[in-house]
């Protein structure tokens, strides 16, 4: 059985290198166009996660290649002991401090991305100074507020606010801010498609900013068990160009404020309180 072992042990690193190889044809990597990132932070979250894959392959190839060249010569020569390393102090350094300097040069490495994505002060200013709507998590639903066409996001509901549900538009190529908060219990803003995840935490409003880099439809799911009904928690995001984009908010202000007759009912907003006829 010496050799079967040794088989056994040379598989897994094979079946392992060979499947992440074909992942992203088969569909087995990150969701969209072929494992790209829809965001461009999400790209450079995917270029960490790739650089940690193949520190993780290199120490998982090697230290299997190990035990099957152990294996191989136990079963070639049964009379050859091993040594015994217990209490060796040289190796207890040595596989201590190599991977103290990988994790610390890892530490370093991502602390651009890491501050680009939670620390406000490097959020792009454009996203900081007008966030382009409150996002509401609750069970078991997301729920969407936008400030009225031309004016700001206020903390406080507003009633010339622009309210949907479970449907978030925003226009691609630029970056964009929201303001996350939960109405319940704790839930997860997750946007896969763009490698973006933010628990939403009763009692706190978190800003998260993002830059879709292609139009689509991608699905907003809640990445925390929120209760029973947590995987009805699903929203799709709409990226799609600045005019688009423009053209769904006055689509959104007209359906809300559409008087019955004809009108679209006097908001607060001059340029959109004119009355139009339907
Ligand atoms: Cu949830």
């Known amino acids: 059985?010496?050799?079967?072992?040794?088989?056994?042990?040379?598989?897994?690193?094979?079946?392992?290198?060979?499947?992440?190889?074909?992942?992203?044809?088969?569909?087995?990597?990150?969701?969209?166009?072929?494992?790209?990132?829809?965001?461009?932070?999400?790209?450079?979250?995917?270029?960490?996660?790739?650089?940690?894959?193949?520190?993780?392959?290199?120490?998982?190839?090697?230290?299997?290649?190990?035990?099957?060249?152990?294996?191989?010569?136990g079963a070639n020569n049964r009379e050859e002991r091993a040594d015994c390393v217990h209490g060796n102090h040289k190796l207890e350094l040595v596989w201590s401090i190599i991977p103290g300097i990988i994790l610390l040069f890892l530490a370093i490495y991502q602390m651009n991305i890491w501050a680009d994505f939670r620390i406000k002060k490097y959020y792009p200013e454009v996203a900081v100074k007008d966030p382009i709507a409150e996002v509401t998590a609750r069970q078991f639903e997301w729920r969407f507020r936008y400030p009225a066409i031309g004016k700001k996001l206020q903390q406080k509901p507003q009633p010339d606010d622009?309210?949907?549900?479970?449907?978030?538009?925003?226009?691609?190529?630029?970056?964009?801010?929201?303001?996350?908060?939960?109405?319940?219990v704790q839930h997860s803003f997750f946007l896969p498609a763009l490698r973006i995840k933010q628990d939403a935490l009763p009692g706190l409003q978190i800003p998260v900013w993002f830059e879709a880099n292609k139009p689509g439809t991608y699905d907003l799911v809640c990445a925390e068990l929120c209760g029973w009904g947590h995987y009805k928690m699903k929203a799709h995001v709409i990226v799609q160009p600045e005019d688009e984009y423009q053209n769904y908010l006055k689509t959104l202000t007209e359906q809300q404020f559409y008087d019955g007759l004809g009108k679209i009912a006097a908001t607060e907003n001059d340029s959109e309180s004119e009355a139009t006829e339907k």
């Open 1 to 73: 059985m010496g050799k079967g072992w040794c088989l056994f042990f040379l598989f897994w690193p094979i079946a392992a290198v060979v499947s992440c190889a074909m992942a992203p044809w088969i569909g087995w990597s990150f969701p969209y166009d072929n494992a790209q990132a829809a965001s461009n932070l999400g790209i450079r979250i995917d270029g960490l996660f790739y650089l940690i894959l193949v520190i993780t392959a290199i120490v998982f190839v090697g230290t299997q290649a190990a035990i099957v060249y152990a294996l191989w010569r």
């Open 162 to 184: 622009l309210h949907s549900v479970n449907e978030l538009h925003v226009p691609f190529g630029k970056p964009v801010m929201i303001q996350l908060r939960s109405d319940d």
